[in-house]
């Protein structure tokens, strides 16, 4: 019984190897021979056995069956797309032309009250080594001003300017030198027409009318200045510039004045700070009669400046040397900026500085002066102030200050009451303090159309004067300017200036008497005939207003002017 049961046992197990095998051998065969059609019955339908559905949506059986039928292949390895460059082939770009420049222009010009004007212009083209130029220009009036007692004076001026200049481009830094020659001369037309008791301050008989009886104050400027500066930071950080110059003055009555300034500073950028200094001295020479004058000022402003994320902070001492180190007096100098994403930026900061008065500075901006003034230097020993500047729109850009002044030496104008027809300028002194309200609003609408509005607002707290004598209480100007088509430009301003105070000359009136508001509008226009030649017009006091900007001077009402500019 045991063999028998031995026998069955290896008979068993030798027929599950032989079925194995089988099992084996017809598995491979259907993995090398897999049939590439794939029938689709039906699609997937998982079911519940037993369970009831309701169908919600109703629908038609198709009678007829289509067996779809699709083929495909395994893909044993991964697909990796070849992917190249395509060389791009040159385009026929050609270099963008500079902008055609002329060695030269000349202007032509003549308006009424017999107003010649002319100027020539030369210069050198692009170099990379240096730059010459030579500047000259004319511009004078002949006509005649109907005054307060209707009648009608000859009231000339004249000016002449002559200019040479150079540049010399160095290894990161650029030297430019010049001369100039400068003559104006205005005649001294005005007169008083006041009366006190109805006996008239200036008599009649002495009022002159033509121009050889008129009176005439002449001033001339020569002088050479230079300045060096470098173009750009060095890899070490360092900026530096120097600038200097001599002017020779001579008078109506031969008096001369010399006088040389030389500024200098440096700057040296760190990581997050950057030190620099300012220096700045002159010296001052005149012969007056029966005397002569000398003086020399400087003044040092070392700084500071921190630069941190949004803010900026810059602050230093200022030391300044009055006339000949009499003096020496220390002011602040700090500004304080807060960036907010460029949008707005307020600003703070504390100031002040001594400010020096030379004869030929003087009679830039009252050219009625007496003879021989030496005004004293002001000192503006604090100033305060603070504002906000940025952008309302890309286009608009704004800046609003409010300023607070302490000053010793104000000067202010009046007409020499020593000279009887009361045409001449001297000035009186006084300390005080000045409040000053500014904003400016610029508005860029297109590169054709632009519009700038600028205003001023000032209050004067004197000590011992009633009022600042000549000194507006605000100011508001408008300019527009538009371009069409590269071919015209326009350009329009208004002018409004405030009423101002000037001293009465009939005691029973008062200490003071009020100037009435100039508006003023001018208008120019000019137009490119062609690439050489164009044709202007301008037009200033368009409303003719009768204002007298100094005392007992009345300036030209409308007057316009025509002419034409050639480039060559």
Known sequence: MTGIRHFIQRFGLMLLVALTGVSLQNQLIAQTEVSKEVSVVRPYSPTIADAAKIRFIPYLDDTVQYQSRFSYDLMPYRFNPETRLQELSPEAYTALQPEQLRYSFASFGLGNYWTPMARLAINTLRNEKMSLGFDLSHLSSQGRIRMDDQRKVYAGYGDNHVKIYGERFLKGATLSVGGYFLENHHFLYGYTTDSVGGVPLFPYENRVTTKPETGLQRFINTGLEFNLGS?????????????????????????????????????????????????????????????????????????????????SLKAGPKVAMSRNAQSFHLFPNVRLEINITDVLVPYLGLNGYLENHPYRSLAGVNPYLIDNLDVKTTNHFFIAYGGLRGRFHPKVAFNAEVSWEDAKNLHFFRPDTTIDARNRFTVDYDNGKILRVSGEVSLRQSDDLTYILKGNYYQYTLDTLPAPWHKPDWDLNLTVRYAWKNRLVVKSELFLIGPYSVPET???????????????????????????????????????????????????????MGGLTLLF
């Open 231 to 311: 173009d750009q930071t060095s890899s070490n950080g360092w900026n530096y510039r120097v600038r200097g110059g001599y002017n020779f003055l001579i008078d109506g009555l031969k008096a001369k004045e010399h006088s040389g300034t030389i500024t200098g500073g440096f700057t040296k950028a760190f990581r997050l700070i950057t030190v620099g200094t300012d220096a700045i001295g002159s010296y001052v020479y005149r012969t007056m009669q029966p005397d002569s004058l000398s003086y020399a000022v400087a003044r040092l402003d070392p700084w500071v400046k921190f630069n941190w994320k949004m803010i």
């Open 506 to 560: 009939d005691p029973m009136k008062g200490l003071v008497r009020r100037s009435s508001t100039l508006v003023d509008i001018n208008l120019g226009a000019e137009y490119r005939i062609n690439s050489w030649l164009s044709a202007f017009v301008r037009v200033n006091n368009l409303i003719a207003d009768r204002y007298a900007i100094w005392q007992n001077y009345p300036m030209q009402g409308i007057n316009f």
